[in-house]
Structures are given as structure tokens and as C-alpha cells.
């Protein structure tokens, strides 16, 4: 176990204002993957996603609000933090400082890159750089906001995720309202577009996930039930699309919603999550060789890894938000159910296997340290 033992913790955000209990933070079972439930936080509205530090010393939280903030929480067993696990009561997490003002709207993502927290705000497409401190605390006011422009046509920017890349040399965003995903330097704290990839106009693209190895990553669309499998360059620090697949077959677009995406550790398997149909889409990682055309639900040419789909299997709940992977097994927030699943992962075939699940009032996010 980390830290001397400590157990394993999971955080689960939530929407306060849809009777959400705001940040939970449960207990992982070290063999079963299991969640218990120690108890919640709710000083801050609207914890809809949640990021952890490298360190493991500091939870950072979005408040998606159309005020928008950022707030950072010490966890318990750590310098400043409340107690060392002992009991639920000293087990929660404790707000480090004011919730701190992104200047945008509707924060939906946040994530750690060069010494900062960066802020993917939905409402005003824009990212937000906040400092921070070296104790894991925030500045007080955002060292810089970039605003995204150029929609195709179809609604304003929409950024909707942003995260590291796996070099830690630049962040990503992607806008869901521009059909693109910028890559993003930070220059005097402020974010400095470096490239964009332009995607199919109407796609929506939601959330992306890097694999392992850093030379590729996979793109879920939210407006149609798609995957784009992307060439990754980090030397030059651009996204190349590769081709677009569909994450369930002979579902149109209008009837499915896919929320979150996760690749396992090894780099063998990805998972989706759709919200309408409510499933887990499981696709093995797989290479296509030049001028085999293979199984039309493969995407990769000239050998690059491509994706194949194994099943569907259902999520568990109902409006699946988001989804991570962990030790062997897959955890997903369950917004309309209010729950988190948990499943196990078959090592061979990258198919979840439901285990249990826990009540969590409108959930959105789960993040495990």
C-alpha cells in the first residue's frame, strides 16, 4: 500500500446543485477493487471533476458553476492535511484556501502542468492557468486565460477537456464546440497555443486519452458515437487523425452520447462509456498491416495500431459520465443513477466484470490515488 501503508482512496465528484453530496471519498478494497464509502465534503459548489497531485498530497477540484472556480483540498496523512485515516471523520479531504476565480464559465476538466492548474471551461471555451504553490496550495488569482475562437459554423468553443501529454512537454485541449484539440505551451503563465488539429465538423469531440507509449491517442466523440485514433508527435508537439470509428456499431448519432475514454496501463485495451445507451464499449489495441483491410470496425494504416471492437457490455447504471482504470479494474460514475460502478477487468480479454456498486447522488467523476 502507499504511503506506509495507508489505504488506497478513491474521490468521486458530484453535482452539488443536482443533491450531489460534493466530494466523496471512499476506500478501495486491496484485493477487490471495492468502494466503502468514508464520507463527503461539500463546502464547494458543483465538484464536477476532480484531479489528483503527482504527489499524491493534493486533490484539485472544478467548480462548474457559471461563476467558475478551482479549490484545492490536502488529504488526510499529509503535511497540513486532517489526521492519518484513522477514522471517516479525519478522513476526508480538507480545502486548502478560497475557491479561486477561473474568469470562465462552466469548468468542466482541469489537470497539473508546469506548475499550474489549467481549467477547461465549457460555457466560455477558454483555458485557465492558475499557480501553483509549493505547498499544493493555489494563487489567489489565475496567472493567465486563453479564449478559444474559430467555430465551424455549427456553436461557439467549447472546451471541454485539457491535460498533460505524456512528455509533460505540452497540454492539450479539446473543444467540443470547434471540433478541434489545441496543444498548448504555457509562456509567463499564460496558455500559448503551439497546434490544432481540426476533426469532422459536427463531431463534438469530448475527451482523449494518450497511450502508453506516447505516440498515439484516442479521441471520443460526444455528438456522434465515434473514436478517432490519433497520431501523437511529441518532439513536434501536433496531433495527426488517423481514422474514425465508430465506438458502437449501427447506433446513429442522436440516440448515444459518449462521455468518458481510458486505456489500460499496458496499452492492450480502451474503453468508452455512452450515456442514452448506457454500455461500456471494450476494443482491443491491434495492428493492421499495409493493404490488409481487414475487419471494417479496425482503424490504423502502414502498421499503425489500430482498434478493434470486442463487446459492449452494460454500464452498470444509467448516464455513464466518466470512467477510470485502476489496478485491474474499471470504476465509473453513473450521473442519473447515482451511483459508481465497479468492475473487474478479464486480463485477457479486456472485458469488465460488474462487482458491485455504491449510491453516489449525481456523480460525474472519479479519480483514484
Known amino acids: 500500500m502507499p504511503d506506509g501503508g495507508r489505504r488506497r482512496r478513491a474521490f468521486i465528484g458530484s453535482f452539488t446543485t443536482a443533491g450531489g453530496p460534493g466530494i466523496v471519498t471512499a476506500d478501495l478494497g486491496p484485493d477487490d477493487g471495492a468502494l466503502t464509502v468514508l464520507g463527503a465534503v461539500n463546502g464547494l459548489p458543483d465538484p464536477s471533476c476532480l484531479a489528483l497531485s503527482p504527489d499524491g498530497r493534493t486533490l484539485y477540484a472544478v467548480s462548474e458553476t457559471a461563476e467558475g472556480a478551482v479549490a484545492a483540498f490536502r488529504l488526510p496523512g499529509t503535511e497540513g492535511g486532517a489526521g492519518d485515516g484513522a477514522g471517516a471523520g479525519d478522513d476526508m479531504p480538507e480545502q486548502a484556501g478560497p475557491a479561486v476565480p477561473v474568469h470562465g464559465n462552466g469548468p468542466t476538466h482541469l489537470c497539473l502542468f508546469a506548475g499550474h492548474v489549467l481549467t477547461a471551461n465549457y460555457g466560455s471555451g477558454s483555458v485557465t492557468a492558475v499557480p501553483v504553490r509549493a505547498d499544493g496550495s493555489l494563487a489567489r488569482s489565475p496567472s493567465g486565460v486563453f479564449p478559444h475562437t474559430g467555430p465551424q459554423g ?159 457490455v452494460p454500464c452498470g447504471g444509467h448516464w455513464p459520465r466518466a470512467l477510470v482504470e485502476s489496478h485491474g479494474f474499471l470504476y465509473v460514475a453513473n450521473e442519473r443513477s447515482g451511483d459508481v460502478t465497479w468492475f473487474a477487468i478479464d486480463p485477457d480479454t479486456g472485458t469488465p466484470r460488474r462487482r458491485g456498486s455504491i449510491p453516489v447522488t449525481a456523480a460525474s467523476c472519479v479519480v483514484v490515488g
Open 154 to 312: 455549427r456553436q461557439r468553443p467549447r472546451a471541454h477537456q485539457v491535460q498533460p501529454d505524456p512528455s509533460g512537454r505540452w497540454a492539450v485541449a479539446v473543444d467540443l464546440g470547434t471540433d478541434s484539440v489545441r496543444v498548448y505551451t504555457l509562456a509567463d503563465g499564460t496558455p500559448a497555443p503551439h497546434s490544432e488539429m481540426v476533426l469532422r465538423a459536427g463531431s463534438g469531440p469530448r475527451h482523449l486519452a494518450f497511450h502508453p507509449d506516447g505516440t498515439r491517442a484516442y479521441l471520443l466523440h460526444e455528438l456522434s458515437p465515434t473514436l478517432t485514433v490519433c497520431r501523437w508527435d511529441a518532439a513536434e508537439g501536433t496531433l495527426r487523425p488517423l481514422a474514425e470509428i465508430p465506438v458502437l456499431p449501427g447506433v446513429p448519432s442522436g440516440d448515444a452520447y459518449p462521455s468518458g475514454v481510458a486505456v489500460s496501463p499496458d496499452g492492450r485495451f480502451v474503453w468508452t462509456a455512452t450515456r442514452g445507451e448506457d454500455v461500456l464499449s471494450v476494443f482491443a489495441v491491434v495492428d493492421r498491416p499495409d493493404g490488409d483491410d481487414g475487419d471494417d470496425r479496425v482503424a490504423g494504416t502502414d502498421r499503425t495500431p489500430g482498434l478493434r471492437l470486442i463487446t459492449t
